[in-house]
């Protein structure tokens, strides 16, 4: 996911359960004409994901895409690469990628086929329903994905419509599951193991993907696996212990500064620049804020936000707020019957 599934955000995930991650999109353009830093910088990755990061991409050209997989090939850091044909941000579609290529399955079928002839690596598609009800493209995507050679195909299922947010339509995603001869994973609505529990059981998708139920929250991969859920009202975090909690924030932020540092190691820039660990607190302030979600202490560290520069300040503005919440616990006593003991 844009802006969130960098590197330390991926470590966590696969820390909590998950079996592979999928960095932040990362435009062919950027990859092969203007060597551009910036791009090459969300393909970064940390020794933990060796074996199970798979680069996202995205754009329309296939000789740039080919050119793009090679490359990427070549650094060693992935097991697949990810296509992306449903992302419906204006930024994204104005230059015919994204959900634009829902539309163009002849092309579909040819960015597949030259990423995999030239990175060797196994090639996905992720697209969704399609524009909207009525408008279905995802059975053309298919099978354009597995004319080309594709090895998987990743299905959001929600109309571009619908942006990120709104029903799933499991019938139709089990619909292009059984259509389909290569192994179709699903997306969309899965927030916990109640619903991923029902997803894989309506749809028989060979696996789920999980978005934003993740972030801030990567416990959620171990709560599928286990196959345990919140009770009534339940939310997220706040039947995890302090200390799990707090250990889990630690990690995170540590993995925020060992980013940080092979970041400014690997691409030295002679601009003026924010050391490491400043840009690394400034990136844990996005996950510090989803962290709390839920917890009583979100409002004390929404006020110190901006004041946080360093790792130390970071883990103050952490005790802060698990303070907070540890006093709302002893007022309210033992998780009530339903929840998960912590
Ligand atoms: C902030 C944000 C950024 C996203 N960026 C991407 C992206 O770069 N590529 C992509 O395929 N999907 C992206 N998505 C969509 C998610 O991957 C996912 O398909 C969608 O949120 C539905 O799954 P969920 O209900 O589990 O969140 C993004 C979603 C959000 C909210």
């Known amino acids: 996911m844009a802006g969130y599934t960098n590197a330390p955000t991926r470590t966590m995930a696969l820390r909590f359960g998950a079996s592979v991650v999928y960095t932040e999109m990362a435009g062919v353009e950027g990859l092969v004409h203007e060597h551009s830093d910036l791009t090459w910088q969300l393909l970064e990755t940390l020794p933990e994901e060796r074996g199970r990061a798979i680069a996202h991409l995205y754009g329309r050209d296939p000789g740039h895409f080919a050119r793009a997989a090679e490359r990427i090939a070549a650094t060693g850091r992935f097991t697949g690469i990810d296509i992306n044909a449903g992302c419906p941000v204006p930024k994204v579609t104005a ?18 086929a030259a990423a995999s002839a030239a990175s060797g690596l196994p090639v996905s598609v992720k697209t ?4 909207h009800p009525g408008n279905v493209t995802a059975f053309d995507i298919l099978h354009a994905a597995e004319d080309g050679g594709a ?52 749809t028989g998708v060979a696996a789920l993907l ?10 959620v991969f171990r709560e599928i696996r286990e196959g345990r859920s ?36 690997k691409y030295p820039s002679s601009a003026p620049k924010p050391p490491p660990e400043e840009i690394a607190a400034i990136r844990f302030r996005v996950h510090l804020f989803r962290y709390g979600a839920g917890l009583r202490g979100t409002s004390y560290m929404r006020g110190r936000m901006s004041s ?20 709302f616990r002893a007022r309210r006593g033992p998780p009530q019957p339903g929840g998960l003991a912590s």
């Open 95 to 112: 230059c015919g990628a994204g959900s634009a290529l829902m539309r163009e399955p002849a092309l579909v079928r040819e960015i597949v």
């Open 210 to 219: 999980v978005g934003q139920a993740s972030i801030g929250h990567p416990w």
């Open 308 to 327: 946080l520069h360093t790792r130390a300040d970071c883990v103050r503005a952490l005790d802060g707020c698990l303070e907070c919440e540890r006093r």
């Open 151 to 202: 090895a998987a195909l990743s299905i959001h299922g929600r109309y571009k419509s619908q942006g990120h947010a709104g029903p799933v339509d499991l019938a139709l995603v089990a619909r292009v599951r059984a259509a389909a001869s290569i192994p179709v994973f699903g997306n969309g609505g899965v927030n916990d193991a109640a619903t991923a529990s029902r997803y894989a059981a309506e």
């Open 230 to 265: 919140f009770g009534p009202g339940d939310s997220h975090s706040s039947y995890l212990a302090l200390d799990e909690i707090r250990r889990a924030w630690i990690a995170h932020l540590d993995a925020e500064l060992a980013f940080a540092e092979l970041i400014a190691s």
């Open 128 to 131: 969704r329903l399609g524009f």
